[in-house]
């Protein structure tokens, strides 16, 4: 049964401190039990959701097949911009597109590339079920997510949420930093375990990764990180990556409902693992719709490319199959943002071909232009591509649909309207 410690909360340096924060008092630190590494029992109803959210997971996977390599690094960067509104930080798939291709921008787009790449590194990484899982690697994780603070566990107490800067009157107090280390070492025992339902394994491995809060801060990523690598090592999912955590980030409270749940007194399990298995099948439903957007979007822009060279005249119309211009038009899903050095590299041409691709495009209203402030040129935006982006990241916070008469809390606004327009 998980217990509580009685700890003396004293603030040492209190100068910067309201007068409440610096009261002294005692508080309640919470201690989980160790997972082991089987899955506990659970209802029927429980059972009966993570298995369909299996099913859904396994078709979503099928389904996407061979556009998953392309549409991960979308659905991860949707996943990101989710957990930078949580955070407070806001960025718009365009600017972190942009900031990503020109390694420049804000301090908050470059710490959400910096997470994107940290992610789809570590689930790399951590999905080889032939090894196992270890504290250090939870740690390592972390620290690639968190690169400015030290790498290692918490050896300080911390908390979750309240109105001020003391335990007193945080949300929650996970448990003390003496116990950290036994508690990880647990959770990566079964993290490393592939036995039973995923989306149970997965649920219960990012609950408790959240209960233990092991760092002083990246807990909400690393945590988010981990439903990945549960998923991938378990083979619930082999080709594509499902954010699951942002259908979280549209009800907050429902999420944190769900966490209260699992660390009740006896534990709600049931309570969270069906809410987990909910998130999971919208998630999975929204990444199938992304996949089929690309597509018809991609048919859409080679239609309009067509039909703009045949209006000017160019010959032949339909341009020949290893032409510049169809090699960029079919990696616009993965490279939303092409300049005339990326395109030169990655398709082996020069930069004149690399120019007078993208201009065409431009030209054809398919790719838009943006300069930098003083007006020099500087890339192409395929904007249709990171609409469709923004559209995912939204239609998982509310359930999916239209989601231009109904605007989910703290998320990004609608794409423009001519985009959107163009799209559905």
């Known amino acids: 049964m998980p217990t509580f410690v009685e700890r003396l909360w004293d603030a040492r340096d209190a100068t910067h401190l309201g007068r409440r924060d610096r009261a002294a008092g005692r508080y309640l630190a919470f201690v989980p039990d160790e997972l082991g590494r089987t899955l506990p029992a659970?209802?029927?109803?429980?059972?009966?959701?993570?298995?369909?959210?299996?099913?859904?997971?396994?078709?979503?996977?099928?389904?996407?097949?061979s556009h998953g390599a392309y549409l991960n690094h979308l659905l991860i960067r949707s996943?990101?911009?989710?957990?930078?509104?949580?955070?407070?930080?806001?960025?718009?798939?365009?600017?972190?597109?942009?900031?990503?291709?020109?390694?420049?921008?804000?301090?908050v787009a470059l710490d959400v590339i910096g997470n994107v790449r940290a992610t789809e590194a570590a689930i790399a990484a951590l999905a080889d079920r032939d090894r196992p899982v270890t504290a250090d690697d939870i740690v390592t994780l972390q620290h690639v997510i968190e690169p400015s603070l030290p790498?290692?566990?918490?050896?300080?107490?911390?908390?979750?949420?309240?109105?001020?800067?003391?335990?007193?009157?945080?949300?929650?107090?996970?448990p003390?930093?003496?116990?950290?280390?036994?508690?990880?070492?647990?959770?990566?025992?079964?993290?490393?375990?592939?036995?039973?339902?995923?989306?149970?394994?997965?649920?219960?491995?990012?609950?408790?990764?959240?209960?233990?809060?092991?760092?002083?801060?990246?807990?909400?990523?690393?945590?988010?990180a981990l439903i990945h690598t549960v998923l991938h090592r378990t083979d619930a999912l082999r080709g594509i990556l499902i954010p699951i955590s942002t259908?979280?980030?549209?009800?907050?409270?429902?999420?944190?409902?769900?966490?209260?749940?699992?660390?009740?007194?006896?534990?709600?399990?049931?309570?969270?693992?069906?809410?987990?298995?909910?998130?999971?099948?919208?998630?999975?439903?929204n990444a199938v719709q992304l996949a089929a957007d690309v597509v018809r979007l991609d048919e859409q822009t080679l239609a309009e490319l067509i039909a703009y060279r045949r209006s000017r005249g160019l010959s032949p119309a339909a341009p020949r199959r290893d032409a510049v211009v169809l090699r960029i038009l079919a990696s616009?899903?993965?490279?939303?943002?092409?300049?005339?050095?990326?395109?030169?590299?990655?398709?082996?041409?020069?930069?004149?071909?690399?120019?007078?691709?993208?201009?065409?495009?431009?030209?054809?209203?398919?790719?838009?232009?943006?300069?930098?402030?003083?007006?020099?040129?500087i890339c192409w935006t395929a904007d249709r591509h990171l609409a469709l982006v923004a559209l995912t990241e939204r239609s998982n916070r509310i359930g999916g649909g239209d989601t231009d008469h109904r605007r989910p809390a703290g998320g990004p606004a609608v794409p423009d309207a001519a985009h959107v327009g163009r799209l559905r």
């Open 79 to 107: 996943e990101s911009i989710s957990s930078s509104w949580i955070e407070g930080n806001r960025i718009t798939p365009k600017r972190l597109a942009i900031a990503e291709t020109l390694d420049t921008g804000t301090r």
């Open 151 to 174: 790498p290692g566990l918490r050896t300080e107490q911390n908390w979750v949420g309240g109105p001020g800067w003391s335990p007193l009157r945080a949300d929650f107090v996970p």
């Open 42 to 65: 659970i209802g029927p109803a429980a059972q009966a959701a993570a298995e369909d959210a299996l099913t859904v997971l396994a078709r979503a996977d099928e389904r996407i097949g």
């Open 176 to 224: 003390p930093e003496t116990e950290v280390r036994r508690l990880v070492d647990d959770l990566a025992a079964f993290v490393t375990e592939t036995a039973g339902n995923p989306v149970v394994r997965a649920a219960i491995a990012h609950a408790q990764f959240e209960t233990i809060h092991p760092f002083i801060d990246g807990n909400g990523r690393t945590g988010r």
């Open 247 to 285: 259908v979280f980030a549209g009800d907050t409270d429902a999420y944190i409902a769900g966490l209260t749940a699992f660390r009740a007194d006896p534990p709600r399990l049931d309570d969270w693992i069906i809410g987990f298995a909910q998130a999971t099948e919208r998630a999975a439903a």
């Open 332 to 377: 616009l899903a993965a490279d939303p943002v092409p300049t005339i050095e990326s395109v030169a590299l990655k398709h082996g041409v020069s930069t004149v071909a690399a120019h007078r691709a993208l201009t065409e495009l431009a030209d054809a209203g398919i790719l838009g232009r943006t300069k930098d402030q003083r007006g020099r040129l």
